[in-house]
């Protein structure tokens, strides 16, 4: 276990809506990164969040967005959802944004887009 | 985008064999990292190598990096049924940008007991 926890497990929506994915990275860190695991792939990176500022971000459209609380915990938003949005969806903590930090996962969040 | 591509994409093996897993990567690294995943869970993070180490090991892993050739391996030894799952090779290419470690497509890794 990571003690990066992820909520919820499974999510069901439908397409157009929007939907708020929350992580709590795990006890000292300050650096969290979502990405998108499609069925059968890698993770993609979508952003990075770094004491509640964006640090980076992939090839992810505007519709993607996040935060980062105080306590280093964070969200992401989806709005208007498509079909091909639905993935696992990973947040991973690290202890800084240098380089060669290792990433600490929770355990994901699976949308579905019907 | 994804730089690593990890071959063979299954491999399924008995107990007690070792397992091989390659990656290669397009663009120059400042690190490459090993993950793995059971059945669609978190990643957990395995071994790191930087791009001026060649080899490594920890525990029953041995990861290998050919910069010139832009690949890495990773062995298992002495493999366990509790090793079966999907294998992700990740770099970080050190040559800013705004991503972050990306990730390859993955290994599945089969051991039969």
């Known amino acids: 276990e990571t003690g990066v926890t992820q909520s919820p497990t499974h999510l069901i929506k439908t397409r157009g809506q929007q939907v708020t994915l929350r992580c709590s990275s795990q006890?000292?860190?300050?650096?969290v990164s979502w990405y998108q695991q499609a069925l059968g792939q890698g993770p993609q990176f979508i952003f990075q969040y770094y004491r509640e500022e964006e640090n980076g971000r992939g090839n992810f459209p505007p519709r993607f967005s996040g935060l980062q609380f105080p306590n280093y915990s964070s969200e992401l938003n989806v709005n208007a959802l498509e079909l091909d949005d639905s993935a696992l969806y990973l947040c991973?903590?690290?202890?800084?944004?240098?380089?060669?930090?290792?990433?600490?996962f929770g355990s994901g969040t699976q949308l579905s887009v019907l | 985008s994804q730089q690593g591509e990890e071959d063979p994409q299954a491999l399924s093996i008995q107990e007690g064999e070792n397992a091989t897993m390659n990656c290669s990567y397009k663009t120059s690294i400042n690190n490459l990292q090993w993950y793995r995943q059971n059945s669609g869970r978190g990643l957990v993070h395995l071994i790191l190598i930087r791009s001026n180490e060649r080899e490594k090991h920890s525990g029953r892993l041995r990861v290998t990096l050919d910069t010139s050739k832009k690949s890495s391996s990773l062995l298992i030894t002495a493999s366990r049924a509790a090793d079966t799952a999907s294998y992700f090779c990740?770099?970080?290419?050190?040559?800013?940008?705004?991503?972050?470690?990306?990730f390859g497509k993955g290994m599945k890794l089969t051991v039969n007991p």
């Open positions: 990740a770099t970080d290419k050190g040559t800013g940008g705004s991503e972050k470690l990306v």
């Open positions: 991973a903590s690290s202890s800084s944004v240098l380089r060669g930090e290792k990433l600490f």
């Open positions: 006890s000292g860190h300050n650096t």
